[in-house]
């Protein structure tokens, strides 16, 4: 009897999700090709800014590290300007 509920609760989170995901679609449709351009080079700078402070993370020779803080910065700094 349980895994009947548990079953079910999983059906409900993948539907909740298709609906999420329509929604966004649908959202998304009705921005202008700049704003959706605009988005999407801001997701872009989010994942290389998550990128550069894993390696930033990583990073043991100084040169490096600092290479890697004046990308962190020059990525801040577009994202700033296009959020």
Not at 13 to 34: D, I, T, V
Not at 74 to 79: D, G, Q, T, V, W
Request: glycine share 2%.
């Amino acid at each position: 009897m349980a895994r009947g509920w548990e079953s079910k609760a999983v059906e409900d989170q993948q539907q909740e999700a298709e609906e999420r995901a329509r929604r966004k679609l649908a959202a998304e449709s009705e921005l202008s090709p700049e704003e959706r351009a605009r988005r999407e080079r801001l997701d872009s700078l989010h994942l290389s800014r998550a990128r550069i402070l894993t390696q930033l993370e990583q990073a043991t020779r100084p040169a490096h590290r600092e290479m890697l803080q004046r990308t962190l910065r020059a990525l801040e700094k577009e994202i700033d300007e296009l959020g």
